[in-house]
Nanobody, 118 residues
Framework: QVQLVESGGGLVQPGGPLRLSCVAS????????MKWYRQAPGKEREMVAT???????NYANSVKGRFTISRDNAKNTVYLQMNRLEPEDTAVYYC????????????WGQGTQVNVSS
């Protein structure tokens, strides 16, 4: 029903920046809380960042101060600006959109690979 398409992943050196984008097909995009998750090999999926329409944001402690989530409702797009990347940031990054409460809608993108390596 709602499609999410991530882009921007790739190979980056430690310390470098990378920006991920997620475009949603949803109507009434502003009603959705947008989140970025990531999953590294052998580890559980973790929430990286979240943003509501009022621009209230939350971050995982591991990325706080380095990552910034933002949204452009006119473009139905959410971004994740990643700075000072570390090898531990290597993971598949997933875009998530959900209503509040979540039972009203919860959708996932296909994921984009981020590799941080020299």
């Amino acid at each position: 029903q709602v499609q999410l398409v991530e882009s921007g992943g790739g190979l980056v050196q430690p310390g470098g920046p990378l920006r991920l984008s997620c475009v949603a097909s949803a109507n009434f995009f502003s009603l959705y809380i947008m989140k970025w998750y990531r999953q590294a090999p052998g580890k559980e999926r973790e929430m990286v960042a979240t943003i509501a329409d009022g621009e209230t944001t939350n971050y995982a402690n591991s990325v706080k101060g380095r990552f910034t989530i933002s949204r452009d409702n006119a473009k139905n797009t959410v971004y994740l600006q990643m700075n000072r990347l570390e090898p531990e940031d290597t993971a598949v990054y997933y875009c998530n959109a959900h209503r509040f409460p979540r039972s009203l809608g919860n959708y996932w993108g296909q994921g984009t690979q981020v590799n941080v390596s020299s």
